[in-house]
């Protein structure tokens, strides 16, 4: 079963294509950091209004739709639902907030259709291409010419709008070609960010982990962060956690400061801080985690730890390869954390009869999946695996303990 690709499941296609959009917000930032076409924007909001909504220092903004399309489907013409459906958010949000938003974008991996200027009127009312620059010339739908014409009020009805509504939205849409659905990521590795000084030094596993860690901000804010006020007020105020739109911004200034981080990482990469849980390799089969484990009875366990343990390892490593003192900064705040949770609940674990590790652990991981899920700046937005990766280095630190202490060296 595990060895066998499942081509039934579309959960992972799904997901990709959430990352698109992301990975279509982090572009957006690096051009305005770059002022491409002359657009700085200073804030980019995710899922708050739009797909993405670029934020101008004017307070105006521009709204970005962004959709994908299986190539072979052929390009977008204008009796596309996903198409029609995404001119009604734009006429929406035009009736909502007037000129306030200066520019409506539609952006996909796949092209619209174009047509020949001899082709036959049906043809033409097909074509989105040609509908936007036929309004772009014009100021009354009746100048359209006849094929556009037809076009255009098919879309009129589709979107249940009056002509001029219509017409002054389109006037302000455009089309945006984004990267291949499958290659975002290496269209970012390999074109986006070396135009960038700050990352020209770099490796392209470096840039591999850099472009991740600049799409999990747009993952972030794309979802509902909880908020520190979302507890407090009336439930009318909140959205699922979320009190204020900050929260599903993405601060250019943001952007700019984990490219310099990346830049600083090259000077700072791969050097640990003395007693720092990843300054040294790991013991080979990590017998005193194994040992401590099954001295309080948690011999299943010994399996996820270690992994846990390894994926911990690695990426505490790779975040000193960005930027050591951040690393360093988080890597302590973990263990902070992670100590703190199992200094408390030894306490009442340790006073049941032994092997009392089974339910130091249940009580451990109910604490650790509250805080990820309720607490995550407190863990560096960091899941609960990650945190018992930490409590596993720990563990091979002899910082904690499943059972009494015992004398590790001389276990058999």
Same mark, same amino acid.
Not at 51 to 67: C, I, N, P, W
Not at 179 to 201: K, Y
């Given at each position: 079963?595990?060895?066998?690709?499942?081509?039934?499941?579309?959960?992972?296609?799904?997901?990709?294509?959430?990352?698109?959009?992301?990975?279509?917000?982090?572009?957006?930032?690096?051009?305005?950091?770059?002022?491409?076409?002359?657009?700085?924007?200073?804030?980019?909001?995710?899922?708050?209004?739009?797909?993405?909504?670029?934020?101008?220092?004017?307070?105006?903004?521009?709204?970005?739709?962004?959709?994908?399309?299986?190539?072979?489907?052929?390009?977008?013409?204008?009796? *596309?639902?996903?198409?029609?459906?995404?001119?009604?958010?734009?006429?929406?949000?035009?009736?909502?907030?007037?000129?306030?938003? *200066?520019?409506?974008?539609?952006?996909?991996?796949?092209?619209?259709?174009?047509?020949?200027?001899?082709?036959?009127?049906?043809?033409?009312?097909?074509?989105?291409?040609?509908?936007?620059?036929?309004?772009? =010339?014009?100021?009354? +739908?009746?100048?359209?010419?006849?094929?556009?014409?037809?076009?255009?009020?098919?879309?009129?009805?589709?979107?249940?709008?009056?002509?001029?509504?219509?017409?002054?939205?389109?006037?302000?849409?455009?089309?945006?070609?984004? !990267?291949?659905?499958?290659?975002?990521?290496?269209?970012?590795?390999?074109?986006?960010?070396?135009?960038?000084?700050?990352?020209?030094?770099?490796?392209?596993?470096?840039?591999?982990?850099?472009?991740?860690?600049?799409?999990?901000?747009?993952?972030?804010?794309?979802?509902?962060?909880?908020?520190?006020?979302?507890?407090?007020? !009336?439930?009318?105020?909140?959205?699922?956690?979320?009190?204020? +739109?900050?929260?599903?911004?993405?601060?250019?200034?943001?952007?700019?400061?984990?490219?310099? %981080?990346? %830049?600083?990482?090259? =000077?700072?990469?791969?050097?640990?801080?003395?007693?720092?849980?990843?300054?040294? !390799?790991? =013991?080979?089969?990590?017998?005193?985690?194994?040992?401590?484990?099954?001295?309080?009875?948690?011999?299943?366990?010994?399996?996820?730890?270690?992994?846990?343990?390894?994926?911990?390892?690695?990426?505490?490593?790779?975040?000193?390869?960005?930027?050591?003192?951040?690393?360093?900064?988080?890597?302590?705040?973990?263990?902070?954390?992670? *100590?703190?949770?199992?200094?408390?609940?030894?306490?009442?674990?340790?006073?049941? !009869?032994?092997?009392?590790?089974?339910?130091?652990?249940?009580?451990?991981?109910?604490?650790?999946?509250?805080?990820?899920?309720?607490?995550?700046?407190?863990?560096?937005?960091?899941?609960?695996?990650?945190?018992?990766?930490?409590?596993?280095?720990?563990?091979?630190?002899?910082?904690?303990?499943?059972?009494?202490?015992?004398?590790?060296?001389?276990?058999?």
């Amino acid at each position: 079963m595990i060895e066998n690709i499942d081509h039934t499941d579309p959960g992972d296609e799904t997901l990709q294509r959430y990352r698109y959009q992301h990975a279509y917000g982090v572009m957006l930032a690096l051009g305005a950091l770059r002022g491409t076409g002359g657009i700085e924007f200073i804030g980019i909001y995710c899922e708050h209004h739009e797909d993405l909504l670029g934020e101008l220092a004017s307070g105006r903004t521009h709204a970005f739709q962004v959709k994908t399309r299986k190539k072979e489907l052929g390009y977008w013409t204008l009796t *596309e639902k996903a198409l029609v459906k995404s001119i009604r958010r734009f006429i929406d949000l035009h009736q909502a907030h007037g000129a306030e938003v *200066e520019r409506f974008v539609f952006v996909s991996n796949t092209e619209l259709r174009e047509v020949e200027a001899d082709a036959k009127d049906e043809i033409k009312a097909t074509s989105p291409k040609l509908l936007l620059d036929a309004c772009r =010339r014009c100021t009354d +739908p009746a100048d359209l010419p006849a094929g556009v014409a037809v076009g255009f009020e098919k879309l009129r009805a589709a979107c249940k709008c009056d002509a001029a509504t219509l017409l002054t939205v389109l006037k302000r849409t455009e089309f945006a070609l984004g !990267p291949d659905l499958f290659g975002f990521e290496a269209e970012l590795i390999a074109d986006v960010l070396p135009s960038h000084a700050e990352c020209t030094h770099m490796t392209p596993g470096q840039l591999r982990r850099l472009v991740r860690e600049l799409v999990e901000q747009f993952t972030h804010a794309s979802g509902l962060p909880v908020d520190a006020d979302a507890r407090v007020l !009336p439930g009318g105020d909140v959205k699922r956690g979320v009190t204020m +739109p900050r929260t599903k911004r993405v601060a250019i200034a943001d952007i700019a400061t984990t490219l310099s %981080r990346a %830049r600083s990482g090259r =000077r700072g990469s791969g050097v640990a801080l003395e007693g720092d849980l990843a300054s040294s !390799p790991l =013991r080979d089969g990590h017998q005193v985690l194994v040992k401590k484990l099954e001295a309080g009875g948690l011999e299943e366990q010994v399996t996820s730890m270690k992994r846990r343990l390894l994926s911990a390892f690695e990426w505490v490593r790779e975040q000193q390869q960005i930027d050591i003192a951040v690393a360093t900064e988080d890597l302590r705040q973990l263990e902070s954390i992670v *100590e703190g949770v199992y200094a408390d609940e030894h306490v009442t674990a340790s006073q049941l !009869p032994p092997p009392w590790g089974k339910q130091l652990y249940v009580a451990i991981r109910d604490e650790f999946r509250r805080i990820a899920a309720e607490e995550q700046s407190k863990v560096c937005n960091q899941d609960s695996d990650r945190l018992f990766g930490i409590l596993g280095l720990l563990t091979e630190d002899c910082r904690i303990w499943w059972s009494p202490r015992f004398d590790v060296k001389a276990a058999s």
